[in-house]
């Protein structure tokens, strides 16, 4: 019987552990890390994984469900936290957050204001700028779709003392600085 039978993977079982991507310590010395921390490890690193894939299925569900794109639900976001801050924002913030060209924030921005997403105004200080704002029923939906779903991450971290927290903090905090990018050859497409 193969595996898809059987309803387990004999591979995807093993995705997250060391001794399985690395088995000649190529690229993990791990001679000083006992084996049941090598196992516990190897559970940490899956559970990543699964939180991951739960993220990408809630992002994919609520694009789907508000029919825009990941971009269009970033964009969305960032207008409604600024709403909430009491916090204009010009099509230049929405470029720099977004870190797209001048040129992409207006074609986003038109597509968004013809799906009746958003609204641009004449900024009132500066008369050659603009405002933009989500509109009421956009900002309603993703609260009552995506961002109740979203929300639901404060009750995991409530759960945890603030010593915990400050662990998991310090551990998430590190791990974002370890996978980093700034100074890989590789990943800029130069030779290494």
């Not at 995705?15 to 940490?44: C, F, H, K, M, N």
């Not at 001048?102 to 997403?117: P, Y």
């Amino acid at each position: 019987m193969s595996a898809g039978e059987t309803g387990s993977d004999p591979v995807a079982e093993h995705l997250y552990e060391v001794d399985a991507t690395d088995p000649l310590e190529r690229l993990v010395d791990r001679s000083d890390v006992s084996s049941a921390d090598v196992v516990q490890i190897g559970r940490l690193m899956r559970a990543l994984s699964e939180l991951r894939t739960a993220e990408q299925r809630l992002s994919e569900a609520s694009q789907q469900y508000m029919k825009l794109s990941q971009l269009d639900m970033r964009a969305i976001h960032y207008l409604i936290v600024a709403e909430n801050r009491g916090t204009t924002v010009t099509p230049g913030m929405l470029a720099a957050h977004l870190e797209i060209s001048a040129a992409s924030t207006t074609k986003l921005l038109n597509r968004l204001e013809q799906g009746g997403h958003v609204t641009r105004e004449v900024h009132q200080a500066d008369r050659r700028a603009f405002i933009v704002q989500v509109t009421p029923a956009t900002a309603e939906a993703a609260m009552e779709t995506v961002g109740r779903q979203q929300a639901k991450r404060f009750h995991s971290a409530a759960a945890l003392t603030a010593e915990q927290r400050e662990v998991v903090i310090d551990f998430l905090q590190d791990m974002t600085q370890q996978l980093s990018l700034e100074d890989v050859a590789w990943a800029k497409g130069e030779d290494g």
